[in-house]
C-alpha cells in the first residue's frame, strides 16, 4: 500500500495553471527525483504535498487517510512529512543544537533535557556534533543545510522532501550535503527530491519523474528517464543539462 | 435619559472655525517655510569641518530634539521676551519654537540626505575641476532633494499636529477656537468631535498625498531617505 | 537683567512632584500604548479583513488627529456621555496612549514583515502553528529590528506628557508654570524645566543612536 496517494492535484497562482491534475502514489521506501525546467511546477508540487500552499483541487492522502484543510490537521501533517528548503531557513537567532531541538520542545512539547539528547544525536548523524553551539551565521552553506536536515529529521517524519538542497550552495559545498542524503536513502528513507544533479538522481532515486507544463511528462526509472527518454521533451531537457559537462 | 445630540450651535459658529483653521494652516505654513531654510543652514552647520560652526548647530538641534515642544512654546512666549526685550505675540512666540524645532528635525534629514548621495557624485563633480560649494548647489543637493521629500512631507504633518500647542498660549488656532466655542454654546461634545473630525480630514488628505508621491518616487526607481 | 534661581531651588518640592507625575503618566502610557499597539499591529498584519479593517481604521485615526485634541475630548466631551467624570491624568493617558499604540502598531507591523517569508516556512515545516511560529521564530527576531523605532517612541511619549498640563494635571510643565506665576521668574522656572527634561532624555536619545549604530552593523 502506498505511503502517499495524490489525485487530481491542481495549483493556481495569478491566472496561471502551475499544476494541471497530477496523480501520483509513493510507496513506502521510494526514493523520487523530480526533474524539469523553472517554472514546471517541482516546487510547487512539494509544497503541496506537506500543504506549505494550500491546492485548489484535488486530493492528498496520507496513509490512507485524506488530508483535509483545517489548520491543526495540516501541522500534523508536517510534522510526519518533512521538508527541506534551498534557503534553508534555519533560525538565525538559535543556535545550531537551539534549532534542531525547536520542533521538539514546542511542537511535541518534550522537555529540554530529552531534546537535547535527540538533536544531539541528529547533529551527529549529519556529522555537526562540534558545531551544536554555533549561530547559524558561523556556519558554511553546506553546514547550514545539514542542520537543516537534522531539524527534519529530529521529528521522525515518515517521508522526507527535498526542494532543490544544493542548489543554493557553492559548488565544493555541495558534496557533503548530498552525502548526507544518500546515507538516508540507504537507511530506506521514503523521500521526495526536487534535484538538478542529475548524476546523484541517477545513484539514489528509484523512480524519476519529469514535470512539463503542470503535468507528468514522464517517469520511470532512472535507467529508463535519464539514459533512454522515450519522449522528445525530456530529451531535450537532458540534453540542455548536458551541454557542458565533462 | 440619553444626550441628545445637538450640532446647531457647532454650525452657528462656523466662522469662527473656518478662522481657527486658516490661522493653523498660517503658522504651519510660516513655520513650514522658515524650518526648511533654518534645517538647511543648520545640516550645512553639522556638516561643516569648521567647529564653531557645527558644534553650536548640534547644541541647538539636540536642544530642540531633546525638550518637550510645550516647553520650548513657552519658554519662547514667557521668557525669551524678558531676556531680549521684544514685544512677544502668540503668533511670534508659536513661529519661532516651531521653525526651530522644524529645523532641527529638518537638519537631520537633510544631513542623512545629503550623505545617502554617494562618494562617486562628489568625485564626478570635483573632476571636472567644480569647488564643494558648486559640488553641493549643483549635482549633491538636486538629487538629495528628492529622496528626503517623503521625509520631509511626514514632519510637515507632525508640524500640522504640533500647532494644536498655540491653543495653550492663546493664540486662535482651530483648537483654541474649539475650547472657546465649546465654553460659549455649552456643547463640548458637539464642538470637539467636530473639530476632530476637521483635523483628521484635513491630516489625512494630506497623509494620503504624501504617500501616493512617495509610491510614485519609489515606482521612478528613487530610494527614499528617512 | 538679574537671574533668580534660588526661587527655582526653594520649589524643588514642587519640581519633585512635577516629575513623580510626569514619570506616572509616561509609564502608564509607555505600557498601554507599546501593548495595544501590539495587538493592533498584528491586526494590520492579518489577512483577515474583520481585523485588518478595523485595525486600519484605529490606526489613521489616531495618527491623523492632534493628541491635545484628542486629550480636550476626553477631558471635555467624553464625560457628557458616561456616568463619570474623567481625571486630568484618565484623559490625558487615553489620549497619549491611543496615539501611541497607532503609531507603534506601524512599528510592529513593518517589523514582522520585514522577517523573510522563509522563517514562516521554516517553522511551519516542523508543524508549528501560526502562533507558536510568530511567538518562537518571528517576533524574537523582529523586536531586535524595532528597538530603536520603539525606543524614539518612548521618547516623544515622554515629551508628550507636558500636553497633560493642558488639562492641569501636576508634571514637571505644570509646575513651571505655578512656580513661574508665583515668583514671576518665567525665564528660570520654564529654562529649569526644559533642563530637567533635557537631563532625562538625553541619555535614552544617545541610547537610541546607539541600538541604531549596532544594529547598522548587525544586519
Known sequence: MSLLTVRGLTKRFAGNDVL?????????????AILGASGSGKSTLLRCLNFMEMPDAGTVTLDGKTVGRRESE?????????MVFQQFNLFPHMTAIGNVMEGLCTVRGQSKATARARAEKELARVGLADKAGTYPAHLSGGQKQRVAIARALAMDPEMLLFDEP???????????????IRSLAE??????LVTHELGFAYHVATRVIFLADGTIHEQGTPDEILKNPRKERTRVFLASHRQFSL | MTYQWDFTPVVANAPLLAEGLANTLKITGVSLGCGLVLGLAFALMRLSHRRWLSLPAGFVIEVFRTTPPLVQLFWMFFALPLIVGIEMTPFLAAVVTFSIQSGAFFAEVFRAGIQSIERGQWDGARAIGMTHAQAMRRIVLPQAIKRMIPAFLERSIELMKTTTLVATIAYADLLFQANEIAQ????PLETFTVVALIYFVVIFAVSILARQLERRLAVSGESTVH | MKWDFASVFDNTDALLAGAAG??????ICLVCGLSLGLVIGLGRYAHNKWLYWPATA???????????VQILWFYFALPILLPFTISPLAAAALGISLNSAAFSAEIYRGGIQSIDRGQWDGARAIGMGWGQAMRRIVLPQAIRRMLPALTNRAIEIFKMSTLASAVAYVELLQQGKLIASLNFNPIEAYTA?????FVFLWPLVQFTYMLERRLGRGE
Open chain 3, 58 to 68: 484605529f490606526v489613521e485615526f489616531f495618527r491623523n488627529t492632534p493628541v491635545l
Open chain 1, 20 to 32: 494541471r491534475g497530477i496523480d501520483l502514489d509513493v510507496a513506502q521506501g521510494e526514493r523520487i
Open chain 1, 166 to 180: 544544493t542548489s543554493a550552495l557553492d559548488p565544493e559545498l555541495v558534496g557533503e550535503v548530498l552525502g548526507v
Open chain 3, 22 to 27: 510626569t514619570l506616572r503618566i509616561f509609564a
Open chain 2, 184 to 187: 460659549k454654546t455649552f456643547r
Open chain 1, 187 to 192: 537507511e530506506g528513507r521514503t523521500m521526495l
Open chain 3, 193 to 197: 524645566v526644559a533642563v530637567i527634561f
Open chain 1, 74 to 82: 495540516l501541522t500534523l501533517v508536517r510534522q510526519r512529512v518533512g
